[in-house]
């Protein structure tokens, strides 16, 4: 079960999330949704127009705060720079509560909204204020497309999300955002990252999973979960988590019959899904972050149409 990325698994399956036809005509649309909407209520132009036969690259990073966001984008950034990565990756921050981040961001959503001028506006709390940017953003989608249009064909870009976990287990607002970059003809795949220290305790592990696969059934895309930090864990600890194939196979964390009880039944659920797998990161370890670019790009399907490169070095010329 937790072996890295089943890629015979329904969720990478393409096919189940098809891009929309570059046909206005074709789409289906919901004139009383917010999601094409501008804060004035009226739909400025179809949101297909500029993207018709354009296809970009989304990955959209997701987790608990804390679970390591920020550090993959900045070390998929650093990629970019050294050559490493094969293409040019635009980082973008799409958190409002985001005080500061390591990384050149194209662009930042706290440009439209920021949760600091929310609260003290609208007196709002810290997760109040949250949900609020991201029902104003979806409000303005407009500006989100606007921003997008900036990249070139082909561009791959990095989505740094924010840290709240409702955003992704039972509001919709990551969901509709989901339904915003799709209609705008482009090709999402969703990295759920869990921190490794969190997971190696076995109540906790069942935690994690749950919120992985909670994430999965709600934003419908092709997914990756990411085992970030663990470089932190005792040597043999990562393999002893991978190993597992079956989440039945955790310890039960309490001697009460009662949880025990619980506990087990929501291992079944995990096994009865069996979708939750894990890819290790390692940041001090060549080739682990490639490695997890490398699902990210079949999930999304990036670099099928490209030539091959072949390596003169091992061939020769011509």
Known sequence: LYDPIPFKSPCYNPSLHPPPTSSPSSLTRSRSSLLWRPKRGKLTRDPLSSFAGVMKYIQLICGPAGSGKTTYVTSLSNLTLQGSARRTVYCANLDPGCDSYTYD????????????????ELEMGPNGATIYCHEYLLENVDWLQDKLEEFPEDAYIVLDCCGQIELYTHLDVMQRLVSS????????????????TFVADAGKFISGSLLSLSCMLKLELPHVNVLTKCDLLPEGEVDRILDMKSA????????NPVLNGLTRALQEIIDDFSQVAFLPLNLKEEGSLELVLEHADHALQWGEGRDVEVNEDLFGEG
Do not use: K, N, Q
């Open 105 to 120: 961001a194209a662009f930042d959503v706290r440009e439209l909204v920021g949760v600091e001028d929310v609260m003290e």
């Open 181 to 196: 970059l799709t209609s705008f003809g482009c090709s999402v795949v969703a990295l759920f990252l869990v921190d490794a």
């Open 248 to 255: 039945s196979a955790v310890e039960l964390p309490s001697r």
